[in-house]
């Protein structure tokens, strides 16, 4: 019987997957399972703490998935091409699965495992609609490689048939070798934040059925309320593919509930970062559209923001959370960076560091855009536009909640003191154990305008 390879990367299920699907034929050929952890993941910068911990929850858990189903997983570490290259010569296998990636560290990759395996006699098959609901290059307008505004490219997104998910292999045939060299070992609890939530696809499938269950149906109205906190929570799943996007963009449409739009909307947001980085892997590190800004060095106003000591309750509520769960409400993504960038005048790339650093969900395409869409370098058609921390605070956080879960030293303030402590009696301010604001509000004032004077 010939042996198949399935290359799992960035797609760590069972449910809905077709790289799985393809390579056991619908549970007919001999499979082998790997996952190669390979250094250069590190070199390149993206083996944060946080994701290297939820990667061994997730590899972890398709382990046990896999044995329940009378397979297991090759785990090998190295060079991808180099590992899966002597896997094949080992078991004769005479094709490579994986999922189709168009990042430039994937391409570069997958461009070295073809050759490696080519020479072989073997073939890579790459799956596209696992990583992504609309692959890169599905749709584009005319003239041009990729959509760079948002909207054209929902109206083609939205209209584009989606594959039908297919259910998970109730049993796969698997060789009894080659060995595995076992997971990857989780990093030291004290390098991780205190509280990360714990990966896996059983994991993410229920928070899936909780949410859609429960909360979607307020999405729409509701999912910028800070306290409330009506987000799906699902990007570190959706990142190391524990659920899968086509799978959720279906059952989303057949809830029929108000918020489905909405967060097909966000789903579709995910899959356009990911085809402008396709066409434009520069936009990682350079400004996709440039505006000569000049961005200023300020060490220790830096260290302020990324310790949540910047003086502005909804900016330091915000960056506490990040370092405390690796997560952060995305509406608080958005007010934290445009401080950053618009207030502080600090380069985006500095904010998008510390961000992929510590988010669980640090997708390279997602981070380094939405960076760029609030530092005005990317693209938004306003690129002058500032979110004011005050105003954005009073309107998703009314009562200060949000704020007094994070900062517990403001949390005997009520509304609206908690949203400005600098207003109050110098004496009470001074037994808060919480700074000045690091740039002076009278100050701030112009900053917190766009070119048409509306704060947002």
């Not at 997104?157 to 049993?171: D, E, K």
């Not at 929570?233 to 809830?255: I, M, N, Q, Y």
């Amino acid at each position: 019987m010939t042996v198949r390879i399935c290359l799992f990367t960035r797609d760590l299920r069972v449910a809905d997957q077709p790289v799985l699907f393809a390579a056991s034929a619908g549970g007919r050929e001999e499979v082998l399972p790997v996952f190669v952890a390979d250094p250069a993941v590190a070199a390149a910068g993206f083996a944060a703490p946080n994701r290297l911990a939820y990667l061994h929850d997730c590899l972890a858990a398709l382990e046990s998935t896999l044995r329940d189903r009378g397979s297991r997983l090759v785990v090998r570490g190295g060079a991808t091409a180099e590992v899966v290259a002597r896997l094949v010569a080992e078991t004769g296998a005479a094709e490579v699965h994986l999922a189709a990636d168009h990042s430039a560290f994937a391409r570069a990759r997958d461009a070295r495992l073809r050759a490696a395996v080519g020479a072989l006699g073997a073939r890579v098959v790459a799956h596209e609609g696992v990583l992504a609901a609309v692959a890169p290059g599905a749709v584009t307008p005319s003239g041009s490689d990729h959509y760079a505004v948002f909207t054209p490219y929902l109206r083609r997104w939205t209209g584009v048939p989606l594959r039908r998910p297919l259910p998970p292999p109730r049993l796969l045939l698997t060789p009894e070798e080659p060995a595995s060299e076992g997971l990857p070992p989780r990093p030291h609890a004290a390098l991780l934040s205190p509280r990360l939530a714990a990966g896996g696809e059983a994991r993410a499938r229920a928070r899936m059925r909780d949410w859609l269950g429960g909360h979607l149906d307020a999405y729409e109205d509701e999912h910028d309320a800070l306290a409330r906190d009506l987000t799906s929570r699902l990007s570190p799943d959706l990142h190391f593919g524990c659920v899968s996007p086509t799978e959720l963009v279906h059952r989303a449409r057949r809830s029929g509930t108000p918020g489905a739009a909405a967060f097909e909307r966000q789903l579709a947001w995910r899959d356009f970062h990911g085809q402008v980085l396709a066409a434009r892997p520069d936009a990682a590190h350079a400004d996709y559209r440039p505006r000569h800004d000049r961005w200023r060095e300020a060490p220790d106003e830096l260290r302020a923001w990324q310790d949540g000591r910047t003086g502005y309750p909804l900016v330091d509520a915000g960056m506490r959370q990040l370092r405390a769960e690796g997560w952060m409400h995305n509406r608080a993504r958005l007010v934290t960076a445009s401080f950053l960038c618009k207030t502080l005048r600090l380069d985006w790339r500095e904010g998008a560091r510390h961000f992929l650093s510590l988010l669980v969900d640090g997708d390279v395409a997602n981070n380094q855009l939405n960076w760029q869409w609030v530092a005005g370098t990317g693209t938004d058609t306003r690129p002058n536009r500032v979110l004011n921390p005050v105003t954005q605070s009073k309107r998703y956080d009314p009562d200060g909640s949000y704020i007094r879960h994070w900062l517990p030293e403001l949390a005997r303030l009520s509304a609206p003191a908690i949203h400005e402590p600098w207003r109050l009696p110098t004496a009470l301010r001074a037994e808060l154990d919480y700074p000045e604001p690091l740039v002076a509000p009278d100050a701030a004032r112009e900053r917190f305008r766009d070119r048409r004077g509306v704060g947002l």
